[in-house]
Every structure is written in C-alpha cells, then in structure tokens.
C-alpha cells in the first residue's frame, strides 16, 4: 500500500473528485479527514469508508473562513497526531461574459478556490514542516494553462493556484514537503453537468455543441477525464518520496493542452 499510515487533508470530500479522491487514498491504507462545508455530505463518506475499513473522520470547513481552516486542520492534527498529505478540492464555477460579470460572483469563485488553497496550505504546514515531510496537492485545470470563454474567474483562480504551488515548491523545499498541481480535462461531476446548459444558453448553441466543441474539442478521442484518473494521479502524488517530483503540473486530459 502507497499510503500505509498515511494522514490526508481533503477539502470537498463530500462528493465528486474529493470523494474518489478519499476513496482511492484509503485503498492505498491512508486514514482520511474529509472535509467539506457539507457536513451531511461529508459523513456520507465516512460511512463508506468505515464500511470498507478505513480510518475517517467528518470536518465542517468554509475554506473561506480563516478560523474554519485552522480549526479544522488542528482538529485532524491531534486526532490523528500528524498531517502527511494535504488535497485542496474545494471548489465552484460561475459563469458570465465579464461584462455582466457581478462582482460578488467574482470574488466568491477567487475566494473559495484560490484563498481556500491558501488557507489551507498555511494551516497543513505548520504540522509538515516540523515532521520535515508532506505531500500539498492542488487541484488546478486546464484552465491553469488555458482560457475558455465566460470564465474569467475560474480561470484567474486556476492559474492563481498554479502559482501559489511552485512557490510552496520553493518554499517547502528545505522543510521535506513538495507541491504540486493536478490540472484535469473536463470531468463529468455535477460541477460540470451544471455548465452545459448554462453554456448552451449563452453561447446560443445546443448542449451537445456544448460537450463536443467546448468541452471535447480539443482532446484527441472526444472523451471526458474520469475520477478515478484524477484520484490515481493524486494517490501517486501523495506516495512520492522525493523532491524530485515537486512545483510541477500533472495535466490528464485526453490531450488538450499538451505540456
């Protein structure tokens, strides 16, 4: 097992990536926090994973609440009495041409994915750095290399969180602990099924339009990324011992956007 004894952080476990996320960390023998603002959701999955013999605890955590994050990690800290990987999951699309763009939605995007991550990084290694190891994973998009229309905020946010994990790189270097981004393709979640109507009807197109030219259009085989290929990236990520493999981005995506 990749992760035997291993204490993983992540943040929107209660459903989607986050999830399969917990799921896969826990097949590899990781004990699991499972954080989310959903706690309903979020003790959901620590049902499933105490059914299958994982070790698991439920945190209620706003990411955007300074207070939320700190008093969540120091809960796992001394439940668990280390943190060794930490999944910044948490996150949010709204979308709008920028000229109707509110404010309020803008800054709700940035806050939840990009003041989440850092948030959260700040709170994870302060229990990392003193173990002198510890695995921050980021869970960035294409839209960390990319633009698409009508999302302006999620991809500020994307490529703000890009940024802050090759500075972690540099900066948790010398403390044993690496960072690094995994940037998917689209992922068929609620998150994205939500958007494809709303895409059709700005963009004045159908929903099938929608999947074959936005979503897929830009992948070698018209397929969308799965879960489980983003949680077996993050199961790798979080097992690796060195820092040989830190500040980069793992971008599993059928193609689109080849590094």
């Known amino acids: 097992m990749q992760m035997q004894g291993n204490v993983a952080v992540v943040t929107g476990a209660g459903s989607g990536i986050g999830r399969q996320i917990a799921l896969s960390f826990a097949r590899e023998g ?6 989310d603002i959903d706690m309903a959701a979020a ?6 994973l105490e059914e299958a013999g994982a070790e698991a605890m439920a945190v209620e955590m706003d990411v955007t609440s300074e207070e939320a994050v700190n008093g969540g990690v120091d809960a796992v800290a001394r439940h668990f ?13 709204i979308v709008h041409p920028i000229e109707d763009f509110p404010y309020a939605d803008f800054r709700r995007v940035l806050a939840i994915h990009l003041d989440g991550s850092f948030l959260l990084t700040k709170a994870c290694v302060k229990h990392m750095y003193p173990q002198k190891s510890g695995s921050l994973i980021y869970m960035g998009s294409v839209h960390s290399h990319e633009a698409s229309a009508l999302k302006s905020a999620y991809v500020a946010a994307k490529h703000g969180i890009l940024g802050l994990s090759r500075v972690m790189a540099k900066e948790g270097a010398k403390h044993g602990v690496r960072a690094n981004t995994i940037c998917p393709g689209f992922v068929k979640t609620p998150l994205v099924e939500k958007q494809i109507p709303e895409q059709a009807a700005r963009l004045n197109i159908s929903e099938k339009e929608v999947v074959d030219r936005v979503m897929l259009g830009g992948t070698v085989d018209q ?3 799965t879960m489980e290929d ?9 097992g690796f011992r060195s820092n040989a493999l830190t500040g980069q981005s ?9 590094a």
Do not use: K
């Open 250 to 258: 793992i971008v599993p995506s059928h193609g689109w956007y080849m």
């Open 223 to 225: 397929e969308f990324t």
């Open 43 to 48: 003790g959901r999955v620590v049902g499933e």
């Open 30 to 35: 990781a004990r699991l926090a499972i954080c």
């Open 81 to 93: 009495g280390r943190i060794d990987t930490m999944v910044s999951n948490a996150g949010i699309q």
């Open 230 to 238: 983003v949680a077996e990236i993050a199961v790798f990520l979080a």
